[in-house]
């Protein structure tokens, strides 16, 4: 079984004292919360939704 590997970067906003995370691998990813560990838990929801709704838009394309 090959895994997949998505990058995702993340980085502290000092301003509006919340993390804010992007990846290049899954396009419309864009979260924040305002702990490491809440935007984690985010992500474990947000990525594969996102993967799953990339994958049917460029299905009816």
Request: no cysteine.
């Amino acid at each position: 079984m090959t895994r997949d590997i998505i990058q995702v970067f993340a980085e502290w906003d000092s301003e509006a004292r919340v993390w804010v995370a992007g990846s290049e691998d899954v396009p419309g990813l864009v979260a924040e919360a305002p702990t490491s560990e809440e935007l984690e838990e985010k992500l474990k929801t947000l990525i594969p939704e996102l993967l799953e709704l990339n994958a049917h838009f460029l299905k009816s394309a």
